[in-house]
């Protein structure tokens, strides 16, 4: 027997179980609960639940929000061990202090104590005569059982001594309507208001041979109790009304010392907690184990209570409430052994099996029991899975955004070969039919496989347009319809037929179809809806007729022929009739146990047992029918508050404000009640109880008499009235449940406003007498002074008629001179236009940009450019539109196909686009799947085909806000490196100012439309005339300032190449002399690509008069010698020796614009001299001047090539070998340099015979 005692006294030790995931919904402190520790929970007589805290005091609970009570309103203190609701409808409240009893008004204190009474839970028990029972725990560890009737408290330990002295109580249950069970040490009793008895049998069991606790008595009389095998081994025994007894076959991973509690719903479950691990329910001969591992969020369960409308809410230590409302929604995730919780595919096999392919590139399967993931050969590299098909011989087909594959039962294996599909071609859709089979190969086409043929449908070959198919349907007539980027095609007859967006669909991207009970075929559209074709037309059901969101990812018809379609805030459920009415659209969401809530493209599946399974970015949802149950229960509505300009009362306090009756008790609303006329701004709280959602609870209220009809539907639980008219008045309110099903009895409050003594009905008249006499006397002086101002102004109007005459010539005039000004207009225009196409010579993509004034042309030309340097699967240009906030791609493009036009709401910041647009940040990711949390909190999916990896974005700014986003994006990881990145920099700088100019532009041409209309007044074309003439301005000022971006961002990006490529060739010991050369090619290439740019920033300079100019005395020679020995390499490259003479001799010049003149005159005579020659360089004094020679070997120049030879853009290509890269500029800045240091300079040369450039400053 110690040991059957032993097992007795671990019925609080903590246990394990796994099974599958569960929906509890949970509410804790974030929802409103003031502590998470709820040791007890009560239903009143209203239907409102009562919690009692570990120490944040007693809580009514309204399905949604928490009223708490505290000892500031009347408890004995804030921790709560226990609460029971009695037939009496009073709440009775126990703590450590003592027990209370609330009637809705006051608290009684039946037991109070200024110290701490109890130690532990107080279990609360109530029999058919109106006896409450409690059994506590005292401070001294002992536990007694009080009773309390009519006023009195009986304690059976002290009223009975010889059976509770030397005996310890294990536990209480409730036995037939009159008595309870009390197990102790000593053996089993029954007690009543009569007194106690032995327990000598129960059923065929007898107590005193065989050692029983019951822990529960269910509605059928029968009694659950925990019993002992032959070798004392601990059972769970059911001992039925009839005396038979039944094993329970109890879960041997759970001993049964560790039950806590046990509980019996409306269906007949019975529910037993373990200790810290969850609870077992008995449903018939099912056991179910709901753990933390299968969804349950809490190792303890402290209680237990069923709501009216039968769902289960558990207390928690530490988890807070949670509400169990049925499996109608289960979830597999990786909690359930998936790898991962993006699921892209669903597949039942013949036998029953689930198959789930996840974004991990893996695919898991599910026999009923346990999830395992399919082995795949080391040589295939598998993408995501997107469907699977089960051939005749019993092996599968996957197709995958990585190939084609195959599935024998053992392992994954290539299969793209078999059927003529490229090895790693994106399959997005597989079908089989008949005979055949039936490929969607992304980007490609239809690819039809029959008895060995294969024939393929693609836009080059047939009439289906687009390659990029999402799905494929064969619906009941044969007829095959094809989900496209670009519309539906429907296959029959072997001939293609086109429903686009622009006469048929609602949106052109579609990504899945499915066929109705009556042969209706509906159609997930993103951005447009659920479209339905009924064999003549197409209609849509979009938000504006019961679906929650116009993105809608997938679709799929159940068993009975209804439509499902999954959306971005769970799944709706379009109810069919047999003739094709649609009576109802439910949605189903996180509150309905649909936690995935957002669902993936084309990811469902009907499987044999009729449930349905979704794909979404949380794991997989399953949908079971036979949990789906329609709460027919109307919800009671109560009146909770009543506010006086938006603020509670104190109704119990004396005020002059008001006057009441009396206090109604639970809700202390004021009856009876009077308010004054200043307080006539009233508001009105109110509830309808429906705990099975009580997120879907609809309200319609009125006020009597001041309205006549409902207020619209809606979720809001208040109503606010001000300025409210002194008289009597009744708020009515009435409620829905989750189901439509409405309450139109409601509620109802009635109150009174009383009027000031202005307001009575004989002050009024009296007022409105002398009103109306003042009135007469007002009309007959206004008649008298009409007559004379009637005279005044016929005068007024024959002097104003002949103004306007001389008006109208003046205007005439003004619009002539309007006109010639607008002529000039165009001039400067023309002008302006002129300057911006010297300044596309720069490079050819700012002459791409630069040379197309709308976005969409530049967006094109950018792509053009982009995409011969890098990876451009994706390229999209996406302009901020201010007056939607969003941001509108008005190009993309897609494996080089423009896409349709999409648009994202600047709200919606789990987007990349949106997030490098607001924080004006580039995005730069080469791993999408890994980096994306830098950025986002998720992933919002996008419809369907290949996903990127690899993306950069760039805001695009222009000098004052950002103005757009660009980007470009790579199905391959690690395809872009900081040099790309730096590049789109510099891209997105051009196309900035550029995409800035072609709107500023369109402003321009939009302003010039207006200066048509003639009857604009004066003023307001000369304020026009104005608004052009400064935007023409801002125009050209951002012309300059393309040249200084084009400049600047091309300059850094080619010194850092420049610096690379030298490092490189310098430790490059082992490349070949081909490689070399290459080298030095390119590195000879970048070095004159620079030389360009710095010349073409230095004429920028001077034409603006930006650069410095600092005298300073120095010796010539010496600095002349300097440059030499900075060109000795070019010169050794061609064994040309610089020969330099002459005397020392000082000046004053700036000493930086001499070193580029000598540099630019040397450089240029060893780059025309031919190889193996002289240049020589001659220093002297001539005439009290400084005289300098420059004398090269080359060809020389013609008379007319010297008159050009300082002029801009002027290009010499004299070498004899092969045409050197010149920009035209180097003598036109040596001159410009010459002039500004008051010297001269000229050429000297015949051709064939070299030339000598001759410079002369003064000598000082």
Same mark, same amino acid.
């Given at each position: 027997?110690?040991?059957?005692?032993?097992?007795?006294?671990?019925?609080?030790?903590?246990?394990?179980?796994?099974?599958?995931?569960?929906?509890?919904? &949970?509410?804790?402190?974030?929802?409103?609960?003031?502590?998470?520790?709820?040791?007890?929970?009560?239903?009143?007589?209203?239907?409102?639940?009562?919690?009692?805290?570990? *120490?944040?005091?007693?809580?009514?609970?309204?399905?949604?929000?928490?009223?708490?009570?505290?000892?500031?309103?009347?408890?004995?203190?804030?921790?709560?061990?226990?609460?029971?609701?009695?037939?009496?409808?009073?709440?009775?409240?126990?703590?450590?202090?003592?027990?209370?009893?609330?009637?809705?008004?006051?608290?009684?204190?039946?037991?109070?104590?200024?110290?701490?009474?109890?130690?532990?839970?107080?279990?609360?028990?109530?029999?058919?005569? *109106?006896?409450?029972?409690?059994?506590?725990?005292?401070?001294?560890?002992?536990?007694?059982?009080?009773?309390?009737?009519?006023?009195?408290?009986?304690?059976?330990?002290?009223?009975?001594?010889?059976?509770?002295?030397?005996?310890?109580?294990?536990?209480?249950?409730?036995?037939?309507?009159?008595?309870?069970?009390?197990?102790?040490?000593?053996?089993?009793?029954?007690?009543?208001?009569?007194? %106690?008895?032995?327990?000598?049998?129960?059923?065929?069991?007898?107590?005193?041979?065989?050692?029983?606790?019951?822990?529960?008595?269910?509605?059928?009389?029968?009694?659950?109790?925990?019993?002992?095998?032959?070798?004392?081994?601990?059972?769970?025994?059911?001992?039925?009304?009839?005396? +038979?007894?039944?094993?329970?076959?109890?879960?041997?991973?759970?001993?049964?010392?560790?039950?806590?509690?046990?509980?019996?719903?409306?269906?007949?479950?019975?529910?037993?907690?373990?200790?810290?691990?969850?609870?077992?329910?008995?449903?018939?001969?099912?056991?179910?184990?709901?753990?933390?591992?299968?969804?349950?969020?809490?190792?303890?369960?402290?209680?237990?209570?069923?709501?009216?409308?039968?769902?289960?809410?558990?207390?928690?230590?530490?988890?807070?409430?949670?509400?169990?409302?049925?499996?109608?929604?289960?979830?597999?995730?990786?909690?359930?052994?998936?790898?991962?919780?993006?699921?892209?595919?669903?597949?039942?096999?013949?036998?029953?099996?689930?198959?789930?392919?996840?974004?991990?590139?893996?695919?898991?399967?599910?026999?009923?029991?346990?999830?395992?993931?399919?082995?795949?050969?080391?040589?295939?590299?598998?993408?995501?899975?997107?469907?699977?098909?089960?051939?005749?011989?019993?092996?599968?087909?996957?197709?995958?955004?990585?190939?084609?594959?195959?599935?024998?039962?053992?392992?994954?294996?290539?299969?793209?070969?078999?059927?003529?599909?490229?090895?790693?071609?994106?399959?997005?859709?597989?079908?089989?039919?008949?005979?055949?089979?039936?490929?969607?190969?992304?980007?490609?086409?239809?690819?039809?496989?029959?008895?060995? &043929?294969?024939?393929?449908?693609?836009?080059?070959?047939?009439?289906?347009?687009?390659?990029?198919?999402?799905?494929?349907?064969?619906?009941?007539? +044969?007829?095959?319809?094809?989900?496209?980027?670009?519309?539906?095609?429907?296959?029959?007859?072997?001939?293609?037929?086109?429903?686009?967006?622009?006469?048929?669909?609602?949106?052109?991207?579609?990504?899945?179809?499915?066929?109705?009970?009556?042969?209706?075929?509906?159609?997930?559209?993103?951005?447009?809806?659920?479209?339905?074709?009924?064999?003549?037309?197409?209609?849509?059901?979009?938000?504006?007729? *019961?679906?929650?969101?116009?993105?809608?990812?997938?679709?799929?018809?159940?068993?009975?022929?209804?439509?499902?379609?999954?959306?971005?805030?769970?799944?709706?459920?379009?109810?069919?009739?047999?003739?094709?009415?649609?009576?109802?659209?439910?949605?189903?969401?996180?509150?309905?146990?649909?936690?995935?809530?957002?669902?993936?493209?084309?990811?469902?599946?009907?499987?044999?047992?009729?449930?349905?399974?979704?794909?979404?970015?949380?794991?997989?949802?399953?949908?079971?029918?036979?949990?789906?149950?329609?709460?027919?229960?109307?919800?009671?509505?109560?009146?909770?508050?009543?506010?006086?300009?938006?603020?509670?009362?104190?109704?119990?306090?004396?005020?002059?404000?008001?006057?009441?009756?009396?206090?109604?008790?639970?809700?202390?609303?004021?009856?009876?009640?009077?308010?004054?006329?200043?307080?006539?701004?009233?508001?009105?709280?109110?509830?309808?109880?429906?705990?099975?959602?009580?997120?879907?609870?609809?309200?319609?209220?009125?006020?009597?008499?001041?309205?006549?009809?409902?207020?619209?539907?809606?979720?809001?639980?208040?109503?606010?009235?001000?300025?409210?008219?002194?008289?009597?008045?009744?708020?009515?309110?009435?409620?829905?449940?989750?189901? +439509?099903?409405?309450?139109?009895?409601?509620?109802?409050?009635?109150?009174?406003?009383?009027?000031?003594?202005?307001?009575?009905?004989?002050?009024?008249?009296?007022?409105?007498?002398?009103?109306?006499?003042?009135?007469?006397? %007002?009309?007959?002086?206004?008649?008298?002074?009409?007559?004379?101002?009637?005279?005044?102004?016929?005068?007024?109007?024959?002097?104003?008629?002949?103004?306007?005459?001389?008006?109208?010539?003046?205007?005439?005039?003004?619009?002539?001179?309007?006109?010639?000004?607008?002529?000039?207009?165009?001039? &400067?225009?023309?002008?302006? &236009?002129?300057?911006?196409?010297?300044?596309?010579?720069?490079?050819?993509?700012?002459?791409?940009?630069?040379?197309?004034?709308?976005?969409?042309?530049?967006?094109?030309?950018?792509?053009?450019?982009?995409?011969?340097?890098?990876?451009?699967?994706?390229?999209?240009?996406?302009?901020?539109?201010?007056?939607?906030?969003?941001?509108?791609?008005?190009?993309?493009?897609?494996?080089?196909?423009?896409?349709?036009?999409?648009?994202?709401?600047?709200?919606?910041?789990?987007?990349?686009?949106?997030?490098?647009?607001?924080?004006?940040?580039?995005?730069?990711?080469?791993?999408?799947?890994?980096?994306?949390?830098?950025?986002?909190?998720?992933?919002?999916?996008?419809?369907?085909?290949?996903?990127?990896?690899?993306?950069?974005?760039?805001?695009?700014?222009?000098?004052?806000?950002?103005? *757009?986003?660009?980007?470009?994006?790579?199905?391959?990881?690690?395809?872009?490196?900081?040099?790309?990145?730096?590049?789109?920099?510099?891209?997105?700088?051009?196309?900035?100012?550029?995409?800035?100019?072609?709107?500023?532009?369109?402003?321009?041409?939009?302003?010039?439309?207006?200066?048509?209309?003639?009857?604009?007044?004066?003023?307001?074309?000369?304020?026009?005339?104005?608004?052009?003439?400064?935007?023409?301005?801002?125009?050209?000022?951002?012309?300059?300032?393309?040249?200084?971006?084009?400049?600047?961002?091309?300059?850094?990006?080619?010194?850092?190449?420049?610096?690379?490529?030298?490092?490189?060739?310098?430790?490059?010991?082992?490349?070949?002399?081909?490689?070399?050369?290459?080298?030095?090619?390119?590195?000879?290439?970048?070095?004159?690509?620079?030389?360009?740019?710095?010349?073409?920033?230095?004429?920028?300079?001077?034409?603006?008069?930006?650069?410095?100019?600092?005298?300073?005395?120095?010796?010539?020679?010496?600095?002349?010698?300097?440059?030499?020995?900075?060109?000795?390499?070019?010169?050794?490259?061609?064994?040309?020796?610089?020969?330099?003479?002459?005397?020392?001799?000082?000046?004053?010049?700036?000493?930086?614009?001499?070193?580029?003149?000598?540099?630019?005159?040397?450089?240029?005579?060893?780059?025309?001299?031919?190889?193996?020659?002289?240049?020589?360089?001659?220093?002297?004094?001539?005439?009290?001047?400084?005289?300098?020679?420059?004398?090269?070997?080359?060809?020389?120049?013609?008379?007319?090539?010297?008159?050009?030879?300082?002029?801009?853009?002027?290009?010499?290509?004299?070498?004899?070998?092969?045409?050197?890269?010149?920009?035209?500029?180097?003598?036109?800045?040596?001159?410009?340099?010459?002039?500004?240091?008051?010297?001269?300079?000229?050429?000297?040369?015949?051709?064939?015979?070299?030339?000598?450039?001759?410079?002369?400053?003064?000598?000082?």
């Amino acid at each position: 027997m110690q040991k059957v005692f032993y097992y007795i006294l671990l019925l609080f030790v903590t246990t394990s179980a796994v099974a599958q995931h569960h929906f509890f919904k &949970q509410y804790s402190l974030e929802e409103g609960l003031p502590q998470s520790e709820v040791n007890d929970i009560a239903e009143d007589e209203y239907g409102y639940l009562w919690l009692g805290t570990n *120490g944040g005091g007693l809580c009514r609970f309204n399905g949604s929000d928490f009223e708490v009570l505290t000892k500031k309103n009347g408890l004995v203190e804030d921790l709560i061990m226990g609460l029971h609701s009695d037939n009496n409808f009073n709440l009775w409240i126990a703590s450590q202090k003592g027990i209370t009893k609330y009637n809705g008004k006051t608290f009684e204190y039946v037991i109070k104590s200024d110290t701490a009474l109890f130690q532990d839970r107080v279990e609360f028990l109530e029999t058919i005569d *109106g006896s409450v029972w409690a059994l506590v725990r005292e401070v001294s560890g002992l536990r007694k059982i009080l009773r309390f009737k009519d006023n009195t408290i009986e304690d059976f330990h002290l009223e009975y001594p010889d059976y509770f002295s030397n005996n310890k109580i294990f536990f209480l249950c409730k036995g037939d309507p009159h008595s309870l069970f009390v197990s102790t040490r000593n053996g089993l009793f029954s007690i009543n208001a009569e007194g %106690i008895n032995k327990v000598e049998k129960i059923g065929s069991v007898n107590t005193q041979k065989e050692t029983l606790i019951p822990v529960l008595q269910d509605k059928y009389r029968n009694v659950w109790a925990l019993g002992f095998d032959k070798n004392e081994n601990m059972l769970l025994k059911k001992i039925k009304f009839n005396g +038979d007894v039944e094993i329970i076959n109890w879960p041997k991973t759970i001993p049964l010392q560790k039950i806590f509690r046990a509980f019996e719903d409306r269906q007949g479950n019975v529910w037993i907690s373990i200790a810290s691990s969850g609870v077992v329910r008995i449903k018939g001969g099912d056991i179910k184990v709901f753990n933390k591992q299968n969804g349950l969020k809490a190792t303890l369960i402290t209680s237990f209570c069923e709501d009216r409308e039968g769902n289960l809410w558990f207390g928690t230590s530490g988890s807070g409430l949670l509400k169990y409302g049925g499996d109608k929604f289960v979830a597999f995730n990786k909690e359930s052994g998936l790898s991962g919780d993006i699921i892209r595919m669903l597949f039942e096999d013949s036998q029953g099996n689930v198959y789930f392919g996840d974004d991990n590139n893996t695919i898991s399967k599910y026999d009923g029991k346990k999830i395992m993931q399919l082995k795949v050969s080391a040589k295939c590299q598998m993408g995501q899975a997107r469907r699977m098909v089960e051939l005749q011989d019993g092996n599968m087909l996957i197709a995958t955004t990585g190939g084609l594959f195959q599935y024998d039962g053992n392992i994954i294996s290539e299969a793209a070969n078999k059927y003529g599909i490229t090895c790693q071609a994106p399959v997005i859709d597989i079908v089989q039919h008949k005979n055949e089979l039936w490929f969607g190969v992304y980007g490609t086409g239809l690819l039809k496989v029959s008895n060995g &043929q294969k024939k393929w449908y693609t836009p080059k070959n047939s009439d289906l347009k687009s390659g990029y198919i999402n799905h494929i349907l064969i619906d009941s007539k +044969d007829r095959m319809w094809i989900s496209t980027t670009k519309g539906v095609f429907l296959f029959q007859d072997n001939a293609f037929q086109h429903y686009s967006d622009k006469d048929e669909l609602n949106a052109s991207w579609v990504l899945q179809s499915a066929e109705d009970k009556i042969g209706n075929i509906w159609f997930a559209t993103f951005t447009g809806g659920l479209n339905r074709y009924d064999g003549e037309g197409f209609s849509v059901f979009d938000t504006s007729n *019961g679906i929650t969101s116009d993105n809608i990812y997938s679709v799929i018809a159940d068993e009975e022929g209804n439509i499902w379609a999954g959306t971005q805030n769970g799944v709706d459920k379009i109810t069919i009739t047999a003739d094709g009415n649609i009576p109802t659209i439910q949605n189903f969401d996180k509150n309905d146990g649909f936690i995935g809530i957002e669902n993936n493209g084309g990811c469902n599946l009907l499987d044999s047992k009729g449930h349905i399974w979704f794909g979404t970015i949380r794991g997989a949802m399953r949908y079971n029918p036979e949990e789906e149950k329609v709460n027919y229960l109307e919800p009671p509505v109560y009146i909770q508050k009543v506010l006086l300009n938006f603020k509670n009362q104190e109704w119990h306090q004396k005020s002059n404000e008001y006057k009441i009756d009396s206090l109604s008790p639970w809700f202390s609303m004021p009856e009876g009640l009077q308010l004054r006329h200043t307080n006539n701004h009233v508001g009105f709280v109110f509830d309808a109880l429906c705990y099975t959602a009580s997120e879907k609870t609809r309200y319609k209220w009125k006020l009597d008499p001041i309205e006549e009809e409902w207020s619209p539907q809606n979720s809001v639980n208040r109503a606010f009235y001000p300025s409210l008219s002194p008289g009597k008045y009744t708020f009515r309110v009435i409620a829905c449940n989750n189901n +439509d099903v409405w309450n139109n009895e409601g509620a109802t409050f009635s109150f009174e406003i009383i009027p000031a003594w202005y307001q009575y009905n004989i002050v009024k008249l009296a007022g409105i007498l002398m009103l109306l006499c003042l009135v007469v006397i %007002i009309v007959r002086q206004r008649i008298i002074k009409e007559k004379a101002i009637k005279q005044e102004l016929e005068a007024r109007i024959a002097i104003k008629k002949v103004e306007i005459r001389k008006q109208q010539s003046e205007i005439e005039k003004r619009n002539k001179e309007l006109k010639e000004q607008k002529s000039q207009l165009q001039l &400067q225009a023309a002008s302006l &236009q002129a300057s911006n196409n010297n300044l596309e010579r720069l490079t050819e993509i700012g002459q791409l940009i630069t040379a197309n004034l709308t976005v969409s042309k530049i967006a094109q030309l950018v792509y053009q450019s982009v995409s011969k340097v890098m990876s451009c699967d994706v390229y999209t240009v996406g302009i901020y539109n201010e007056e939607l906030k969003s941001i509108d791609f008005v190009y993309s493009s897609m494996h080089g196909e423009q896409q349709p036009f999409i648009r994202y709401q600047v709200d919606d910041k789990e987007r990349l686009a949106v997030y490098s647009f607001i924080h004006n940040k580039e995005v730069f990711l080469n791993n999408f799947s890994d980096d994306y949390k830098k950025y986002l909190s998720e992933i919002r999916p996008v419809p369907s085909g290949a996903e990127t990896e690899s993306v950069i974005y760039v805001p695009l700014r222009t000098a004052k806000k950002n103005i *757009g986003v660009i980007s470009v994006q790579s199905l391959k990881k690690n395809a872009y490196t900081p040099y790309h990145l730096n590049f789109m920099q510099n891209i997105a700088n051009y196309a900035s100012v550029a995409i800035g100019n072609a709107l500023k532009f369109q402003k321009l041409v939009d302003q010039q439309k207006l200066l048509k209309n003639e009857h604009e007044s004066v003023l307001g074309e000369k304020n026009l005339l104005t608004t052009e003439k400064q935007l023409l301005e801002d125009a050209n000022y951002e012309k300059m300032q393309l040249l200084n971006l084009f400049a600047n961002g091309v300059q850094e990006p080619l010194s850092n190449s420049i610096c690379e490529l030298e490092g490189f060739l310098s430790a490059s010991k082992n490349c070949s002399t081909e490689q070399q050369v290459f080298l030095n090619n390119l590195l000879q290439s970048l070095q004159q690509q620079n030389d360009i740019v710095n010349k073409v920033l230095e004429v920028h300079h001077i034409e603006s008069g930006r650069y410095e100019f600092t005298p300073l005395k120095f010796e010539l020679k010496h600095v002349i010698n300097g440059v030499v020995e900075k060109l000795a390499n070019n010169a050794n490259e061609k064994n040309i020796e610089i020969v330099t003479s002459g005397k020392a001799l000082e000046t004053t010049l700036d000493k930086v614009l001499f070193v580029k003149i000598m540099d630019n005159l040397i450089s240029n005579a060893i780059k025309f001299s031919p190889k193996n020659k002289q240049v020589r360089v001659i220093l002297s004094e001539l005439n009290g001047m400084v005289h300098i020679e420059v004398h090269d070997q080359g060809p020389g120049l013609t008379n007319e090539e010297q008159s050009k030879v300082f002029k801009k853009y002027s290009k010499l290509n004299k070498s004899g070998e092969q045409e050197l890269a010149s920009s035209g500029l180097g003598l036109y800045i040596v001159k410009k340099y010459v002039d500004k240091m008051n010297g001269t300079i000229k050429c000297e040369s015949i051709a064939g015979f070299g030339a000598s450039f001759v410079l002369e400053f003064p000598l000082k």
